[in-house]
């Protein structure tokens, strides 16, 4: 009986463990990636203009429209040249 509780204790121990780290990584981590991918996918469906900073520091300004919204949203990207 005894070997049986402390078989049931890590289980609980380690389905505790498995909900912390779920809640991480959706309250923390997911939103980082998630914003990430969206200001990469932006930069791939932007019009970008290099002007004389941009080659030497290698972003540039560049604009995009969104499809959703239609409105015009000014970012930075890396210039692909």
Same mark, same amino acid.
């Given at each position: 009986?005894?070997?049986?509780?402390?078989?049931? &204790?890590?289980?609980?121990?380690?389905?505790?463990?498995?909900?912390?780290?779920?809640?991480?990584?959706?309250?923390?981590?997911?939103?980082?990636? *998630?914003? &990430?991918?969206?200001? &990469?996918?932006?930069?791939? *469906?932007?019009?970008?203009?290099?002007?004389?900073?941009?080659? *030497?520091?290698?972003?540039?300004?560049?604009?995009?429209?969104?499809?959703?919204?239609?409105?015009?949203?000014?970012?930075?990207?890396?210039?692909?040249?």
């Amino acid at each position: 009986m005894k070997e049986a509780t402390g078989e049931l &204790n890590m289980t609980v121990v380690i389905v505790i463990a498995v909900g912390v780290l779920t809640a991480f990584f959706y309250t923390i981590l997911w939103p980082m990636i *998630k914003s &990430n991918f969206d200001h &990469n996918a932006s930069c791939a *469906k932007a019009v970008c203009k290099c002007d004389s900073t941009c080659e *030497k520091t290698g972003i540039a300004k560049c604009t995009y429209k969104d499809k959703k919204t239609g409105k015009k949203t000014e970012t930075e990207c890396p210039w692909k040249g």
